[in-house]
């Protein structure tokens, strides 16, 4: 039975077919290329031949059988696109989740180190990330994925200049969110507050670009990076604290491979006047694999 499975981000959309716990050929998409879903995975299944079923993880909340990207216009009703589409089912998961039902698949060459720690065995584990907008799911063991908006928590300030910036995006929207300053959308936001603060007048950037110009010296783009990974780090060790992640946490996401001070993560990651010692023996490292995403979909679609 070959089973349609499909990674969708708020800016780009992986399907593929898997069978045994593996998935084949990858067909990615930007989703701004395609109005719907339904075109999406009709030009995906155009090249990557028949599925008798789906499972798509979804980057927003899941409501039943609806969903809705977060970042982007799309909108999801499993029943009417199975019905489109001529599958016998199809099943929609936050795209976090699926990431977490990779993680007991990964391979030491799958991850990259940060900090080893001291794995408990069959102790919850955690995966972030940082991508369009800032995903966060769980994993435990014996039980499965655990689905969660913990990236729309609100953002916690830990020095003067994290306060001030705090201050300055709640002037424009109101309540802020980690998701506001630690995504792709947020390092741009981060960027523009700090320009603004400093009294700098520098160029909007993007993500690529922001990395480019603190390469290139620009003090604006490299204090928007070191404030990025910083309250990253401290967000990570939250939520290695709320899940009891003694199994590790890993990160993920596109704005993970951006480089960064590894010391200083792990400082602020382990910042805690009563649980230093505890975070220091979290595991803490970074997925290295291509698509974590589409390897849990194929781990789920085995239990399916």
């Known amino acids: 039975m070959s089973t349609l499975i499909g990674d969708i981000g708020g800016t780009q959309a992986r399907f593929a077919l898997a069978s045994g716990g593996r998935y084949g050929v990858v067909v990615a998409q930007r989703v701004a290329e395609h109005a719907t879903p339904l075109a999406a995975i009709q030009a995906a299944l155009a090249v990557?031949?028949?599925?008798?079923?789906?499972?798509?993880?979804?980057?927003?909340?899941?409501?039943?059988d609806r969903a809705s990207l977060t970042n982007a216009a799309w909108h999801f009703d499993a029943p009417a696109l199975a019905a489109a589409l001529?599958?016998?089912?199809?099943r929609l998961v936050n795209d976090l989740e699926a990431?977490?039902?990779?993680?007991?698949?990964?391979?030491?060459?799958?991850?990259?180190?940060?900090?080893?720690?001291?794995?408990?065995?069959?102790?919850?584990?955690?995966?972030?990330?940082?991508?369009?907008?800032?995903?966060?799911?769980?994993?435990?063991?014996?039980?499965?994925?655990?689905a969660t908006e913990a990236g729309h928590m609100g953002f916690a300030p830990r020095d003067a200049t994290e306060a001030a910036l705090l201050a300055w995006l709640s002037?424009?929207?109101?309540?802020?969110?980690?998701?506001?300053?630690?995504?792709?959308?947020?390092?741009?936001?981060?960027?523009?507050?700090?320009?603004?603060?400093?009294?700098?007048?520098v160029p909007p950037?993007?993500?690529?670009?922001?990395?480019?110009?603190?390469?290139?010296?620009?003090?604006?783009?490299?204090?928007?990076?070191?404030?990025?990974?910083?309250?990253?780090?401290?967000?990570?060790g939250?939520?290695?604290?709320?899940?009891?992640?003694?199994?590790?946490?890993?990160?993920?996401?596109?704005?993970?491979?951006v480089p960064t001070d590894r010391a200083a993560f792990l400082e602020r990651f382990q910042d805690r006047p009563r649980m230093r010692s505890y975070l220091a023996r979290v595991p803490v490292r970074r997925i290295t694999h291509p698509q974590p995403g589409l390897l849990g979909l194929a781990q789920l679609a085995l239990k399916a």
């Open 48 to 64: 990557l031949g028949p599925a008798t079923r789906a499972i798509l993880a979804i980057a927003g909340p899941i409501e039943g």
């Open 86 to 90: 001529g599958l016998t089912s199809l």
């Open 99 to 146: 990431m977490a039902w990779a993680l007991p698949a990964l391979t030491p060459d799958d991850l990259e180190t940060w900090q080893a720690g001291e794995a408990v065995p069959g102790a919850p584990q955690a995966i972030i990330a940082p991508g369009t907008g800032l995903g966060v799911a769980g994993f435990l063991p014996g039980h499965g994925a655990l």
């Open 171 to 201: 002037a424009r929207q109101g309540a802020v969110c980690a998701e506001d300053f630690l995504s792709g959308l947020g390092l741009a936001t981060l960027h523009e507050g700090i320009a603004e603060l400093r009294g700098i007048a």
């Open 205 to 236: 950037r993007d993500g690529p670009e922001i990395s480019a110009a603190a390469e290139a010296g620009c003090p604006v783009a490299q204090e928007a990076l070191a404030i990025f990974w910083r309250g990253l780090a401290g967000f990570c």
């Open 238 to 257: 939250d939520v290695a604290l709320l899940l009891g992640a003694r199994g590790g946490v890993s990160l993920a996401g596109g704005v993970a491979r």
